[in-house]
């Protein structure tokens, strides 16, 4: 067995080390430099309580990103240095951010351990490779990122670090190869053990859902599907999933080998860059190659988002958890007894309300940020919940779950389709949503994304949209330059949250101007970009009439849409004339 001895490793703090919405999002090449990884890893286990770093399990993995494989091994000997008891790696460093959560919370080693935490390597729905963005985060023992008060705690102990602890005898752990390795310390024995990256996430999921209804609804010769990573790691579960357990055709999965680098492209799966999905699904602007599959569904880097797509059709976010959660009850054995509550966060549009209120349901609006849910969650007040950023999820674990919600879309397909397998026609995605909107009425959406804008003018755009909030009249007046039909805005303000769990308070969490007719424009700058800032314009318009619902989005917002970019000034500030993105 390999001793070790523990080096204390001089050091200075780097600047800038602070973790966001999601963990530390920086290039791989500000992640490379000397300490720069050592000093965050360091800084997050002064950071923990001792218990949860000595004699602890520990998960470490992530999407495969470039830079992932380095990261582990040095995560690793820095964790044994620091007394860790053993270490959880999914075989070549590869968990989803959804299955990292299920580990933490379902897994029990040979010798009944069960991890306290994670770091989790990914930068989510950023590219990744040499010249692009890593990222890490931790996640508690919950399974869930880490609350702020830790999160404020590593970065302070980032502006003060002066040593870092490390074990530079243990080699370098094979991680392709299922298996122990173990070593002998100055505090006692330390593992790393590497194991399947699927196995307790699919247990997990059978739990969930009633597998052999999916089954007979994708071995229906009419159903057919297609399901895109987009080289993330999603691309496993899929396999393992759709392919090995559901019975899907392998020729259904697209971009499912995980790579480094993401294939060279956008890991998020929106309709602009879920390219080649949307062209199949007959969404691209160029006619598909046959008839398009009748479900699609895509996610992104560490396989937490989501997009569902029916053919030629795409469902919002918004709308997909409102559907889920109005059909959850019937069609998903895990929530047969009913469900404790919906969540959605302030964003996301109100479609999800309407189902609250028909079902009686307990329902909460939140910021941006899945951690908010998580709250919620462990209080027992939430069983679904949602985002606009295309991430959908449940209390079966504490992040969002892109696989999550493609299997949720298939038991409802499959519940709806019970009797229809060996009939004429299927109930589509589309009927589906269609059905919806006939019953609860629609909520049209779209977001505009000003992408890497100067961070400057980005301050400046949101100041100005404050400071024209203390003047409704002027507000109005601006308004009806634009079209007489335009309601007029009667609240404008930032969203502010009190946690009703814990009682903490958010402020500032999106700027809001709310319309006499329940429309809603939002505008929020990104958390989670690496360069510049993200401007995020939310633009929500509600039709209770059926016989309106059908309409085009873009059609349909278009006066709101005018209305956001005037009053934004949006020209004026960023210099753009049209979004990065539009979704
Ligand atoms: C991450 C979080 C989500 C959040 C999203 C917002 O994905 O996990 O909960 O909705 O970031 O991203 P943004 O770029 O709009 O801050
Ligand atoms: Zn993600």
Not at 90 to 109: D, F, H, K, M, Y
Request: glycine residues 8%; charged residues 25%.
């Amino acid at each position: 067995m390999v001793m070790f001895m523990v080096t204390r490793k001089e050091t200075t703090p780097f600047e800038g080390q602070k973790p966001g919405t999601s963990g530390l999002r920086k290039k791989v090449t500000v992640f490379k430099q000397p300490n720069y990884l050592h000093n965050f890893v360091q800084s997050t286990f002064n950071a923990l309580a001792a218990d949860q770093v000595k004699g602890a399990t520990i998960v470490v993995s992530g999407d495969g990103r470039y830079f992932s494989k380095d990261a582990i091994q040095i995560i690793i000997k820095i964790a044994a240095a620091n007394g860790v008891r053993r270490i959880w790696v999914g075989q070549n460093g590869l968990l989803s951010t959804p299955a990292v959560s299920a580990v933490i919370r379902e897994r029990v080693g040979a010798d009944e351990s069960q991890a306290t935490g994670a770091f989790i390597l990914t930068a989510s729905h950023n590219p990744g490779g040499p010249h692009e963005d890593f990222g890490i985060k931790y996640n508690m023992e919950n399974g869930g990122p880490a609350p702020e008060a830790v999160t404020e705690k590593i970065f302070a102990n980032t502006k003060i670090i002066k040593e870092y602890l490390i074990a530079e005898d243990i080699p370098d752990v094979n991680l392709s190869v299922i298996g122990v390795s173990s070593f002998d310390g100055p505090e006692g024995p330390f593992d790393v053990e590497v194991f399947d990256s699927t196995s307790d996430y699919v247990k997990l999921m059978k739990t969930i859902f009633d597998f052999v209804s999916i089954q007979k609804l994708l071995s229906c010769p009419k159903f057919t599907f297609c399901y895109d990573a987009l080289h993330g790691v999603a691309g496993i579960y899929a396999k393992r999933i759709f392919v090995e357990e559901l019975g899907a055709n392998e020729n259904s999965l697209i971009n499912c080998t995980p790579k480094e680098d993401f294939g060279g492209g956008h890991p998020d799966p929106n309709l602009t860059y879920a390219k080649e999905l949307v062209a199949r699904m007959g969404l691209g602007k160029s006619s598909p190659q046959g008839e398009p599959p009748e479900f699609g569904a895509a996610a992104d880097g560490d396989a937490d988002r989501n997009m569902i797509l029916g053919k030629r059709f795409f469902v919002t976010p918004s709308d997909s958890v409102a559907i889920i959660a109005a059909n959850a009850v019937q069609a998903i054995p895990y929530f047969n007894s009913g469900l404790k509550g919906v969540a959605r966060s302030m964003p996301t549009s109100a479609a999800l309300d309407v189902v609250a209120k028909k079902l009686h349901l307990k329902f909460f609006e939140v910021p941006t940020g899945w951690k908010f849910f998580g709250n919620l969650m462990d209080a027992g007040l939430c069983s679904i919940c949602g985002e606009e950023s295309f991430g959908t999820g449940s209390d079966h674990i504490r992040e969002k779950d892109g696989i999550w919600a493609v299997l949720a879309w298939l038991s409802i397909l499959a519940f709806r389709n019970k009797d229809k397998l060996d009939g004429e026609k299927l109930v589509t995605v589309e009927d589906i949503v269609l059905q919806h909107w006939a019953t609860h009425g629609r909520h049209y959406y779209t977001r505009y994304d000003y992408e890497n804008v100067d961070a400057g003018a980005a301050k400046e755009l949101m100041a100005h949209l404050v400071n024209q909030q203390s003047s409704l009249p002027d507000v109005n007046k601006i308004i009806k330059e634009i079209g007489p039909d335009v309601p007029n805005v009667i609240q404008a303000d930032e969203f502010e949250y009190k946690d009703p769990v814990d009682g903490s308070i958010s402020k500032h969490q999106g700027i809001r101007y709310l319309f006499e007719d329940g429309s809603r424009l939002v505008f929020r700058l990104s958390g989670t970009g690496s360069e510049g800032a993200t401007i995020r314009v939310y633009i929500e318009q509600y039709e209770e009439d059926s016989m309106k619902t059908r309409r085009d989005s873009q059609a349909a917002l278009a006066p709101l849409v005018d209305v956001a970019l005037k009053l934004s000034k949006m020209q004026e500030f960023t210099g753009r004339s049209a979004p990065t993105v539009i979704t």
